[in-house]
C-alpha cells in the first residue's frame, strides 16, 4: 500500500483536508484508509456499556461489531504508544493510507497552513514536506504551495508522492 502523511499545527485544518482528499479520491475508486495521531486521551466507549465493563475488567483487546461495522480497542495499558509502521501493519490492503499527524515520521508530507494561526512552517525544516496546503501566498518555500481548496491538485501530489510501504 501507498502512504502519506498530513500534518500541520492545530487548528489548521488537517482533518478538514483529509476528509476532502478521502472523499475525492474515493470517488475517483481508490480505497483509502486513515490514521489519525491524536495527542489527547480519548476513548470511543462509555462507562457502563459492556465493552467498557470487558476492558475495565482487564481484556486486552475487545472487539465491539454490529451489523454495520466492527472497532476492535487495544488496551496499551503501561506499554508505549505503537510506532506508525506498526499501526500500519494493522490495516487491511487498501491502493491508499492517508496518515493525519505523526510529524516525526520519514513519510512524504503535506502540510496544511492557515495564514491567520501564525503558526511557523514545518516545511522550512522538514525535508519530507513535499506540499504546503494554504490559504495565503508562501512565496519563498523550496516546496509547491497549493491552495486549501483546489482538492484535485493536493489529491495529484498525493498520489505522486505517496511512498509504497509492505505492511
Known sequence: MRV?????????????????????????????????????????DRPGKDSWRHREAGAKEVVLATSRRWILMHELREAAEPPLPELLAKLAAVDLVIVEGFKGTSLPKIEVHRGERGTELIARTDPDVVAVAADVD???????????????????VVLDHARKIEP
Open 4 to 44: 502519506i502523511s498530513v500534518v500541520g499545527w492545530k487548528n489548521n485544518g488537517k482533518t478538514t483536508l483529509v476528509v476532502r482528499l478521502v472523499e475525492h479520491l474515493t470517488r475517483q475508486g481508490l480505497a483509502v484508509s486513515t490514521i489519525k495521531h491524536a495527542h489527547h486521551s480519548i476513548d470511543l
Open 138 to 156: 508562501l512565496p519563498d518555500l523550496a516546496v509547491p504551495v497549493i491552495h486549501l481548496d483546489d482538492i484535485a491538485a493536493l489529491a495529484t
